[in-house]
């Protein structure tokens, strides 16, 4: 795809975008910008150095089975779309001369980011094994030091994020779109390589000529 302005990267949570899109936005010369920053749904349920979970995030994943937590955060990425999309317009078609854009999250439903009619626009969806998500995820949250209550809610994210990847999955491939594995013990440079070459090879927003 020549001239390409716009790189998406949509995935599950923990699966690495933020990471890659960082590195493929600096061998771009690209911004780099999260869907988390226009709208955010219940966050990571662990606390940091920085922050302690709050009672409403406590509460989603303490309460809600997986079905529901679904079922929340679709209808917020749906409610985010059209703010996701101005994004991408803008970046697109503005007059702003300015550098181009990689956009990373969750929000980034293959079904919405495939009817976008926006040229010199290119998406990769990233993934992982389950195993390698309950790794991070433990490890992000101190798995093996938290208390049985700080385990249950982790447990619960950690059950919506493979539900939500499985969904996506699904969607994805239904749509012939482009996917690469994330988590199969390539480096952080290796797999930014990977999507820069399924970008140059896209003929269409998530498609290459070749197929995955």
């Known amino acids: ?11 599950t949570s923990n699966v690495g ?24 749904h219940p966050g990571r ?16 994943y303490g309460s809600l089975a997986v079905d529901e937590m679904i079922t929340s955060v679709l209808r917020h990425y749906e409610r985010l779309w059209p703010r996701v999309e101005e994004l991408i ?24 980011v495939a009817r976008l009619d926006v040229p010199r626009t290119a998406a990769v969806w990233l993934t992982a094994d389950a195993s390698v998500l309950r790794a ?8 093996e030091t938290a208390t049985a209550g700080e385990r249950h809610l982790m447990d619960r994210f950690l059950a919506r994020t493979e539900r939500y990847q499985s969904l996506m999955l ?26 820069l070459s399924a970008v140059s090879a896209q003929n269409a927003v998530g498609r290459s000529s070749a197929g995955r």
């Open 1 to 11: 795809m020549d001239g390409v302005r716009v790189v998406l990267l949509g995935g």
């Open 17 to 40: 975008k933020s990471t890659v899109a960082h590195a493929v936005a600096a061998r771009l010369g690209f911004r780099c910008l999260s869907t988390d920053n226009l709208g955010r």
């Open 45 to 60: 349920p662990w606390r940091t150095p920085e922050r302690e979970v709050p009672a409403h995030v406590a509460e989603h």
């Open 89 to 112: 317009t803008t970046h697109v078609t503005g007059d702003d001369a300015g550098p181009g854009l990689v956009l990373e999250g969750s929000a980034l439903w293959p079904a919405r």
């Open 136 to 143: 991070r995820i433990r490890a992000a949250g101190h798995y």
């Open 170 to 195: 699904d969607a994805v491939d239904s749509l012939a779109l482009d996917r690469l594995d994330a988590g199969d013990g390539g480096s952080v440079d290796e797999t930014a390589d990977a999507v």
